[in-house]
């Protein structure tokens, strides 16, 4: 009989090709959420839909889109320029969901364990492609909107939050009268492609920590982290899928359901994720200056537009009373993941309490890294300015960013409160570990088959 371990040469032919499946759906499915998302918004009228695409997906894993332009108006030069740093989460997702599909699929074939050396071929594979590929978006992802005739901007010339950027120059260009010219915009390519490289290897790390199957070797460590990661990753998915029916609602009864449409498409994770963050208690600082203002949603609008100071739940509560249901919202959110990682946590022979104990400190780490990820991953800054013979004529900002420090602590102390409630009452119903993963041999955490588990992929 052949041993499982005798080492055997990586299939490169097959490595390829799942690869190039896996960043060809994940860019896919990217472009055609961007791209829908902008019709909707109705950016397409004004501004090439394709560059416009480009430079969102680019966005979406990191990348950065700066806006400039020469304006002129009865004889006299207008300087424009921009920048915009923000996440579309909405279009990130849909990658990140397919690459990982796509990518663990790919795994099953080689069961009862992926060798390590095909595990990082795979990888660095769809790593180069993926990066490459984020590379030439970015240098297709620029284009030129023509001004003529008057004040420029309907809010729909440029890219996702441009648009804002749009508007601010269309408010400098009051003060200066009837204009021509243009404003466009560009994507770091350096940047962009950093950033791409960056964001595929977290999605890889994460697809591997919570999917079902550990790679060969990685089985006790696969089975302490993959509860808490796939509980967490789980939640915040159905939160996104809650905050985007909601979305759905109010589309049939605005009076733009397109434009609500485009902007769900692409921003309901940024609103859901902000939303849970701000329920949990993390501050948020921020500021809100010119046109941009109007970007966001009330009573946030309210707060930002009228000091810079910090966002909390009192302050909006004040403008708004149904803000105190974030923090329930958030709550439950916690506790189903710490519900889950105690579902999805092989069972050990040691008495109650010391299991629920393990349960909450996986619990707490796990939300001690994923509230400052979320923290950051929806916090951005958007400024836009028009200067005249070297002065500034107009300008607009907008940033809100959350306190790191304070998520990683109230992550932890929100993740021991949820996993210790969970593990009680998993223990209290008997379901603790009834979903617990397999390891690459197809045994659970007690070394049991795959009985339950359905076919092998």
């Known amino acids: 009989m052949t041993s499982d371990r005798a080492p055997r040469a990586v299939p490169w032919g097959r490595v390829v090709a ?47 889109v700066h806006a400039f332009g020469n304006v002129s108006a009865f004889g006299r030069g207008a300087a424009a320029t921009g920048v915009i740093g923000l996440l579309p989460l909405g279009v990130a997702l849909t990658g990140a969901l397919l690459v990982a ?38 240098w297709a992802g620029q284009d030129t ?41 560009r994507v770091d390519t350096a940047a962009s ?18 999917g079902r199957r550990a790679p060969a070797g990685c089985g006790p ?76 949603p009330d009573p946030l609008g309210r707060v930002l537009g009228s000091a810079r100071g910090p966002v909390t739940v009192r302050g909006l509560a004040e403008l708004d009373g149904r803000v105190w249901l974030l923090p329930v919202a958030a709550a439950v959110l916690v506790l189903a993941a710490g519900v889950l990682t105690a579902v999805r946590t092989p069972p050990a022979d040691a008495p109650p309490g010391r299991r629920v104990a393990r349960i909450a400190v996986r619990d707490a780490v796990a939300g001690a890294v994923a509230l400052p990820a979320l923290v950051g991953l929806t916090g951005f800054s958007v400024a836009a300015g028009l200067s005249a013979f070297g002065v500034d004529a107009a300008g607009a900002a907008l940033s809100l960013h959350g306190s790191l420090g304070r998520a990683v602590l109230l992550g932890a102390a929100w993740g021991a409160a949820g996993g210790a409630a969970g593990g009680a009452l998993a223990l209290l119903t008997g379901t603790e570990g009834s979903r617990a993963a397999r390891d690459g041999n197809g045994r659970d955490g007690n070394g049991r088959g795959r009985n339950g588990w359905g076919r092998e992929g």
């Open 193 to 210: 492609a950093g950033g791409g490289a960056l964001w595929i290897v977290v999605v890889l790390a994460l697809a591997l920590a919570a």
């Open 18 to 64: 799942t690869g190039v499946a896996a960043v060809g759906w994940a860019l896919l499915g990217m472009a055609a959420v961007a791209a829908l998302g902008l019709h909707l918004l109705g950016t397409d009228r004004r501004a090439a839909l394709g560059p416009s695409t480009a430079a969102l997906v680019t966005m979406a894993v990191g990348g950065r």
């Open 221 to 296: 460590v696969h089975r302490v982290v993959r509860p808490a990661v796939s509980a967490w990753c789980t939640v915040l998915l159905l939160a996104v899928a809650a905050g985007l029916a909601v979305a759905a609602c109010a589309a049939v009864t605005d009076d733009h359901p397109a434009r609500v449409a485009g902007g769900a498409l692409l921003g309901t994770p940024n609103a859901v994720w902000f939303a849970t963050t701000l329920g949990l208690f993390v501050p948020w600082s921020g500021r809100a200056s010119g046109p941009l203002t109007v970007l966001l």
């Open 101 to 138: 599909r796509v990518f663990l699929r790919s795994l099953r074939g080689a069961d009862p364990g992926v060798r390590p050396t095909e595990l990082a071929a795979r990888a660095a594979v769809v790593v180069a492609l993926f990066t490459a590929a984020v590379a030439g978006l970015a």
């Open 145 to 185: 909107v023509s001004l003529r005739g008057g004040p420029a901007g309907d809010g729909n010339g440029l890219p996702g939050g441009l648009a804002g950027l749009d508007g601010a120059f269309s408010r400098g260009l009051d003060t200066l009268g009837r204009t021509h010219g243009s404003v466009g915009f």
